[in-house]
């Protein structure tokens, strides 16, 4: 009886000290603008600790509080949302550590989560709060445009008709690709969050996970096949802009790119590895990726079509 009311008490002090640290990184973020950008990815620390040394349910009492704290911090708005979404993965990361789980499970699952979690709070704002944020900023980049073209026509130099265009079509397919911004901003997101709160885990003696190496990772080859699809039913069917085919496979088409662009990369580094090429020049190679991205999805689909791989590891 003693030992389990000493452990109650353990559980109980470990709690309210990682709830207090996690109070203060939320007052940083909502509150201290600079700050912010850095306190914003070790907001689900204190939940992982919590969750992958007590269990689920000590965690989510701890998320009750931390809710009740973020309605009093003032600008629950804010604090509400960040609290709900980073409380919520880092239970889930915390008892996938606790249950041993790799670690590219823990970064599917996480980012599952926290994007369905960002969906259901921007409905909730839409629905109850009037509040769209991606049309406000839409209508605020649109009238900073018109304010610019007007100065520039003021000043004697007006835009060319066809940048116009471009911009309006680039505004017009950022609204289409919505889901998609949903889609890489969760796994970009989850991706920074575990690279650097991982090896803090593993500081304080918490086994945390490792990625296998970036250079071993291969998408199915189910992806070519789809990527393929995707392509023929955009260039047969030329769906209507702005119906439901349109923006199902434009959603579909933008992250079957970002997967063989993804795959492409890594195979850069697979054969970076392959001729033990300096650190140095692979880094140049990753920077020149991004201006190249058509190359490095060609090498994608090429890697995983033709198991490139695999005929240089025979050569060598």
């Known amino acids: 009886m003693w030992g389990v009311q000493v452990k109650n008490a353990r559980t109980l002090t470990e709690g309210a000290l990682l709830l207090a640290i996690y109070t203060v990184l939320l007052l940083i973020t ?38 009740f704290i973020s309605l009093l911090a003032g600008a ?8 709900l979404s980073f409380g919520t993965v880092g239970i889930i990361i915390g008892w996938m550590l606790k249950n041993k789980k790799s670690k590219m499970l823990i970064y599917l699952v996480s980012s599952f989560v926290f994007l369905v979690s960002s ?26 445009l018109i304010n610019a073209i007007q100065r520039a026509e003021e000043m004697g130099q007006p835009l060319p008709s066809g940048n116009m265009e471009d ?4 505004m017009e397919l950022f609204e289409i690709l919505l889901p998609s911004f949903f889609l890489t901003s969760s796994l970009g997101v ?35 096949w789809y990527y393929l699809i995707t392509l023929i039913l955009m260039i047969i069917a030329r769906p209507e802009m702005g119906t439901y085919l349109h923006v199902v496979v434009f959603n579909l088409f933008y992250v079957l790119q970002l997967l063989l662009v993804v795959q492409g990369l890594s195979f850069i580094y697979f054969f970076a590895h392959l001729k033990n ?21 060609i090498l994608g689909i090429i890697d995983l079509g033709f198991d490139l791989r695999q005929r240089l590891q025979r050569k060598s």
Request: no cysteine.
């Open 76 to 83: 629950f708005l804010i604090t509400l949302p960040l609290t």
């Open 167 to 170: 911009i309006r079509s680039s």
């Open 190 to 224: 989850m991706l920074i969050i575990i690279s650097v709160n991982f090896p803090l885990l593993r500081r304080i003696g918490i086994h945390s996970a490792k990625f296998p190496p970036f250079r071993n990772w291969k998408l199915a080859q189910s992806i070519v």
């Open 30 to 67: 909502a509150y201290v603008p600079v700050l912010s950008i850095i306190s914003i990815f070790f907001l689900v620390l204190p939940f992982i600790i919590y969750s992958e040394k007590h269990g689920i349910k000590p965690a989510l009492i701890m998320l009750a509080a931390a809710v």
């Open 119 to 144: 969906v259901i709070e921007y409905i909730v704002s839409i629905l109850l709060l009037d509040m769209n944020l991606i049309q406000e900023f839409i209508a605020w980049f649109e009238k900073v």
């Open 277 to 297: 090429w300096p650190k140095g020049l692979v880094i140049l190679i990753t920077v020149l990726a991004f201006p190249l991205y058509e190359f490095v999805r």
